[in-house]
């Protein structure tokens, strides 16, 4: 990664006014402001994730789409750098706390003028929406039930050279990381009659899982002719990260986790998880590619 850019992006987040958002945003819809403000420390921290994402993609007069943009944050913050970002986050209603806290932080943050495509983005059209050089999305692909129309349309409007890459978990590993819980995708009923009490405690997030596997994306981009390639290694820096992240650490708690985290890295496992085929590992990160000289595709 970038370490420049690294560091530029900690002090941006170092200097987001998160108390005073907080506090505006429990004011105006009666939510706790440190619940609040822990949600928008988590988004914070993701932030950090997605610019290991994309931080050897990035190029000075790319046009950049940035799907399930969330709260924002990364989005301003590659703004900030003088990148030509557009933010996709689908609205939710005027007053729900999540639109209300994006709205907090781009006004907050001088941000208002960050284009916001407040669209699902099954709807993204080359005609009203232009192409870009680079999309990517950090854990969205996986809440999107049409994810093979959302992809077509995100192909619709990647520009030819242009390349796209996700991030989300692989369920042909039965684990599902939001609950910490395990899971088997065609027996997701096996899951809630074992797991009810925590599942009851998030059932909108729940409900929004479509459990997609490496081997879907992979007859995804069989059937369009589009070359895709895997990062191998990403469950072994997933692991890494519960040492190294303590926010992380925190919202993957769940003794099943950090159990077997444990048992890895006391029988020296851990580094072997590095050789593993990327289809036998959680999470997956995906890039698909356009050449040059493709036409763009179109869905089933």
Not at 63 to 84: H, M, N, T, V, W
Not at 152 to 160: H, P, R
Not at 226 to 238: S, T
Request: hydrophobic share 45%; with cysteine; glycine share 10%.
């Amino acid at each position: 990664m970038n370490t420049e850019l690294n560091q530029r992006l900690d002090d941006f987040l170092a200097s987001l006014p998160m108390h005073a958002i907080a506090g505006e945003v429990s004011g105006r819809i009666g939510r706790s402001a440190p619940d609040i403000e822990a949600m928008l420390g988590m988004y914070a921290n993701e932030a950090r994730a997605s610019l290991a994402l994309v931080a050897g993609h990035l190029e000075p007069g790319a046009r950049i789409l940035e799907a399930g943009a969330g709260l924002c944050i990364f989005s301003i913050f590659l703004k900030s750098q003088g990148y030509d970002i557009t933010a996709l986050e689908p609205a939710t209603g005027g007053f729900d706390l999540f639109s209300t806290l994006k709205q907090a932080v781009l006004a907050h943050t001088g941000a208002t003028d960050l284009p916001v495509l407040d669209i699902p983005a099954q709807a993204l059209d080359p005609a009203s929406h232009g192409r870009f050089d680079l999309i990517f999305s950090n854990n969205v692909i996986e809440h999107i039930p049409g994810w093979k129309e959302a992809l077509d349309a995100m192909l619709g409007v990647l520009s030819q050279g242009g390349r796209m890459l996700h991030s989300c978990p692989n369920y042909a590993v039965p684990y599902e990381p939001h609950f910490g819980i395990p899971v088997f995708r065609r027996l997701p009923g096996l899951s809630r009659a074992l797991f009810g009490k925590r599942i009851a405690s998030h059932p909108e997030l729940w409900q929004s899982l479509n459990f997609l596997t490496y081997g879907q994306v992979m007859a995804f981009c069989l059937q369009r002719g589009l070359p895709v390639e895997f990062e191998r290694g990403l469950l072994q820096k997933a692991l890494a990260r519960l040492d190294s992240d303590p926010s992380f650490r925190a919202r993957h708690s769940s003794p099943l986790l950090l159990g077997s985290f444990a048992l890895l890295k006391t029988t020296g496992l851990l580094k072997l998880l590095g050789s593993l085929p990327p289809g036998w590992t959680t999470p997956m990160i995906f890039t698909i590619s356009r050449s040059a000289e493709a036409s763009p595709a179109k869905g089933e």
